[in-house]
């Protein structure tokens, strides 16, 4: 194995071109729109689970028994 291979070396980075960065960029993006859908689809859920009602109710019960 030569020195530096498979490893990493102090100082060294890797330099993207221009495809790659692009193919980076649609990749975060992706994952941004797909987070951002499952957020959505849980949300929309639990409203539904929870029906119109939901904001209807008292927040603090005052009724000690």
């Not at 990749?27 to 957020?39: K, S, T």
């Amino acid at each position: 194995m030569e020195l530096g291979e498979g490893k990493i070396v102090e100082g060294e980075s890797v330099e993207l071109n221009d495809k790659q960065r692009r193919a980076r960029r649609l990749r975060n993006i992706a994952i941004a729109l797909c987070l951002f859908a499952l957020v959505a689809v849980f949300y929309t859920a639990t409203i539904v689970k929870f029906g119109p009602r939901l904001m209807d109710r008292p927040i603090i019960s005052l009724d000690t028994k």
